[in-house]
């Protein structure tokens, strides 16, 4: 890999003993396989706010929308203090150019969603945002977010890690200056993977590219990232993967036998029905596409994108 990636992270999940009661949440998939391609950046909102370890549990309690931030039995009220920490935390965090952020699940600080909220009366909901979380993810509403139960989702995490490495590789071609003609190539090379986020996303995309004489090169680039994040956060699925599947062997057709050709559509229409992963047809069509010297497939990220190491397409 040649692209450099920095995530942030709740600390607990790095084995950190930072939570309440002293211990951590340590993330085998981050720690163990991730973190061989990334760099983390830890933060943990409750000491970082001034708060030690052990401390008193917190809550979220009243308005699911505006929840207050609550000590469970002195209630001391940490609402406006996180408020301000997390809002100057965010823009301290836009210097570290982060790709992605992986939050600690149900966390009244840091839980992206399905967080306890406690109504009038006793009644429980788990419909809440930690104030942390809310604060990072209106500060940088297109970067990949995640909390570690998702990650253990296979079709969630694939996600999530395609989005970080893709926001990873558009981030290094835009650090200097840039032209048109990188700007064209990047498009191209992860158009299959733009097609397998949905039409919706690629084709303003590729509108976007095919007026590109038309609008100043920063302008152009400012618009491309806004709606390639926007596609990133499009879930793929396996009838858009079908589709761009069959796409490939289009451009393979002249190419490939009879007999080879039938065992792809056979490999796709297995992958089609859920008897086999992605990763089955995917290899196929890469080695095809070398063995017959494909060009474009050669060049194609969907092909050819994350580390075998990360385990990836390998669900069924």
């Given amino acids: 890999m040649d692209t450099h990636l920095k995530i942030g992270i709740s600390s607990c999940l790095l084995g950190e003993n930072v939570r309440y009661d002293g211990g951590n949440r340590l993330d085998w998939f981050a720690v163990g396989t991730l973190a061989r391609f990334v760099e983390f950046v830890p933060v943990c909102p409750e000491v970082e706010l001034g708060l030690g370890v052990p401390r008193e549990p917190m809550h979220l ?6 929840p207050r931030l609550v ?3 002195t209630r001391v009220d940490h609402t406006d203090r996180m408020r301000i920490w997390a809002k100057g935390r965010v823009k301290e965090l836009e210097a570290e150019g982060l790709s992605g952020f992986i939050f600690k699940s149900r966390s009244p600080s840091s839980g992206m969603k399905r967080v306890k909220v406690l109504r009038d009366r006793g009644v429980t909901e788990r419909t809440g945002t930690g104030l942390f979380a809310r604060a990072f993810m209106e500060h940088f509403p297109l970067v990949p977010a995640e909390d570690d139960e998702g990650l253990h989702d296979p ?6 890690i395609e989005s970080i490495f893709v926001l990873a590789a558009w981030r290094n071609l835009v650090q200097g200056p840039i032209t048109r003609g990188a700007l064209i190539d990047f498009h191209t ?3 299959l993977l733009l097609r397998s986020h949905g039409v919706k996303h690629y084709g303003p995309l590729s509108k976007l590219i095919a007026t590109i004489e038309e609008h100043p090169v920063q302008s152009l680039c400012e618009r491309y990232q806004f709606r390639l994040l926007q596609a990133l956060k499009s879930k793929i699925t396996a009838p858009r993967n079908t589709k761009v599947l069959i796409r490939c062997l289009s451009y393979l057709r002249k190419d490939l036998t009879e ?7 056979s490999v796709v229409e297995d992958y089609r ?3 086999l992963p992605l990763l089955l047809p995917v290899a196929l069509i ?5 063995r017959y010297d494909q060009g474009y497939l050669k060049q194609q990220y969907y092909l050819h994108r994350d580390p075998l190491e990360l385990r990836l397409r390998s669900h069924a």
């Fill in 189 to 191: 090379r992860h158009e």
């Fill in 286 to 290: 890469a080695h095809f596409a070398y």
């Fill in 155 to 160: 079709a969630v995490r694939e996600n999530f």
């Fill in 61 to 66: 309690v009243g308005n699911p929308a505006e």
């Fill in 273 to 275: 029905q859920g008897r």
């Fill in 71 to 73: 000590t469970k039995l």
């Fill in 259 to 265: 007999d080879e050709k039938r065992e792809l559509m």
